[in-house]
């Protein structure tokens, strides 16, 4: 981790000016310092209309304005005490996506330990630490787009998942607990199922395209479902956590929709 993040942090110095003024690479950083600054000002609300883009008719803002902006406003309160000034608001943006890029390793071992063993944990983890190209570029100081944040909360959100299918092996839930109200031996899937339910939304509020993941993760299902019948075990165990998942998720992208359409650049009634 330290590693990573000094790889991603070393030239953050390049990024300010002698004034004190923070630079970011590329075009869409500048989109999310706008909605930073607002959520700042209206914590925890985003802004949903923005009228300097497409002017004079404006437009919605889509992929911008998500969780993502609310993190880096919510650490941008903390270090300001509940008033941040601009510098500081844009020093919190400037570190964010080193961070978050580093941060990836500690699902990605996991994820490596539930496949394989801790040696399998340790060489993913290695692999993600030297990897270069798009992770490398896109997580650096200064490149404060969304993508490094699609990337944790993607790799958090097969966690859960994985593990919530892996305890399910060891609880083996079936569907006559439910009408008969055996919520106590229940629980154990719940919980897991819950949480990665929340995960997988979680990703989607990050990015709403992301709803890609919810295919892969239906083929996913799909398969182990039918390979654990052809082996002569029951399914249904694994069904009441898929179906668990996607309701978790269906509820929690609901409850955030901007557009009432099939819109995959917004949280639309796609994701749901």
Known sequence: FLFMLWVRARSWEGFVRPDGTVLFRGNDPWYHYRMVEYTVRNFPGTMPFDPWTSFPAGTSVGQFGTLFDQLMAAVALLVGLGSPTTQQIQMVMLFTPAVLGALTIVPVYLIGVQLSSRVGGLTAALVLALTPGQFLSR??????????????????????????????????????????????????????????????????????????????????????????????????????????????????????????????????????
């Open 139 to 272: 997580s650096l100081a200064g490149f404060t787009d969304h993508h490094v944040a699609e990337t944790l909360f993607m790799a958090i959100a097969v966690l859960a998942v994985l593990t919530a299918v892996r305890r399910s092996q060891v609880e083996k839930p079936v569907w006559e607990q439910f009408p008969n109200r055996e919520f106590e031996s229940l629980r154990p899937t719940l919980v897991f199922s819950g949480l990665a339910g929340v995960a997988v939304a979680l990703y989607i509020w990050v990015w709403p395209p992301g709803v890609l993941l919810l295919g892969i993760l239906g083929l996913f299902f799909a398969a182990l479902m039918i390979l654990q019948f052809q082996s002569g075990r029951s399914p249904e165990h694994v069904g009441i956590v898929a179906a668990i998942i996607g309701l978790v998720t269906a509820l929690l992208t609901l409850v955030r929709i901007t557009e009432v359409g099939l819109s995959a650049t917004k949280l639309s009634l796609l994701q749901p």
